[in-house]
């Protein structure tokens, strides 16, 4: 589209002399004019076409003057540019319209090659200032497409503990500290039956709306094959079968599964991938779980996940987390570590599965300092308590 100039003078030789200066632009279409005679007409000329991007006018006009269209300019359109124009000795009246708004001046009789050049400064002034609006918009509509990932990440995230009222066999708890920027941490917790509790935690790669709503559907693909009452190796296999056939963005996702037998102690899991949880036995310091490591979902759709079995004892803890705790960073550039993480649950003997939690997040925020949070800080903790 050309560019647009809107010429405000009462002289009326300047329109043929600016017509036959840039007659070339006008016939290549990079240059658009439009001319009016006093302030009154440069508003309805402004009005009736809001793709004007410059206004070239005198001050000194009947029926409304430069100084006072300048005041009124500024309402119209913000991305405006005006440059006025007044005799060299004028410069009283110059201050006051460059205090008023205007962008640039030039002098009575118009210099057209300076006039040319003024035209060329202004238009790359206005690309940017456009520019730049577009990069604000862009960034206000990727902060919002953020606030939209953090809903969904809040939404879907069971909080409410005790959280079955009425059965007995455990104590749970878990949190999610989201950062920053939307990831695809999640945790998840329901009853198989009267006898089964399952438990699982997760992180999606990526980060913002594409991982919340991957995250979204590894949830609900995850609880309802598990529903079924699957061994956990079982499972995995069958949710990463399901992911990993529609897996077109070339996701993935690291995943805990466990199956606590609330009667018996059993806990049964399977590991695609994910940060190996810690036992805090009820005697003894607590320990990382060895466990198959596992691929993570979505890449091999024919990847045969173990199932893996442990016997708790009465008040045993299980504590799963994600890479956000031991890749926290401080302001030194350095991670908090699994080793900081083991030594903190160390000294968490005796503790309910919630005050361990708020243990570590305890740790990690200050182990951080003002070093700001990269990664959502997910945790659960459960407790067999028969």
């Known amino acids: 589209m050309p560019f647009k100039i809107l010429v405000v003078d009462d002289e009326p030789d300047l329109e043929l002399l600016i017509r036959q200066k840039f007659r070339r632009q006008i016939r290549e279409k990079e240059l658009e004019f439009a001319f009016a005679h006093n302030g009154v007409e440069a508003l309805e000329a402004l009005k009736a076409d809001r793709d004007i991007e410059m206004v070239l006018t005198d001050i000194n006009m009947p029926v409304m003057d430069g100084l006072t269209l300048l005041g009124k300019i500024s309402d119209l359109n913000a991305m405006l540019k005006t440059i006025v124009v007044s005799a060299y000795g004028d410069m009283e009246n110059i201050r006051a319209a460059m205090n008023r708004g205007a962008y640039d001046f030039l002098t009575k009789p118009i210099d057209l090659t300076d006039l040319e ?33 953090t809903n969904i990440q809040r939404s879907i995230l069971p909080c409410d503990f005790p959280p079955f009222p009425g059965v007995e066999g455990f104590e749970l708890y878990a949190e999610m500290i989201p950062a920053r920027e939307v990831g695809g941490d999640f945790y998840d917790f329901f009853l198989l039956d009267k006898e089964r509790l399952g438990l699982v935690i997760g992180d999606v790669s990526g980060k913002g709306v594409p991982a919340a709503i991957f995250m979204a559907v590894t949830r609900t693909m995850l609880k309802s094959v598990a529903l079924t009452g699957l061994p956990a190796g079982e499972c995995l296999r069958q949710v990463n079968r399901l992911i ?39 005697q003894g310091e607590a320990r990382m779980l060895p466990a198959d490591n596992g691929i993570v979902l979505g890449i091999d759709e024919n990847y045969p996940y173990r199932t893996e079995k442990l016997q708790l004892t009465p008040g045993d803890i299980i504590f799963l987390y994600t890479d956000g705790i031991t890749e926290a960073f401080n302001q030194q550039k350095q991670m908090y570590t699994d080793e900081r993480l083991h030594q903190c649950l160390k000294l968490t003997p005796g503790s309910s599965p919630k005050e361990i939690i708020q243990r570590v997040v305890e740790e990690v925020t200050s182990f951080a300092g003002n070093e700001p949070q990269s990664d959502d800080l997910t945790m659960m903790a459960a407790r067999y308590h028969p």
């Open 117 to 149: 050049v003024t035209i060329s400064k202004t238009r790359q002034r206005i690309e940017v200032l456009r520019e730049s609006a577009r990069e604000h918009k862009q960034l206000i509509e990727i902060q919002n497409e953020l606030n939209v990932a």
């Open 244 to 282: 990993s056939l529609e897996n077109t963005s070339y996701m993935f996702v690291t995943l805990y599964y466990a199956i606590l037998n609330i009667m018996t102690g059993e806990f049964e899991f399977s590991n695609a991938g994910h940060n190996l949880p810690y036992l805090i036995p009820v």
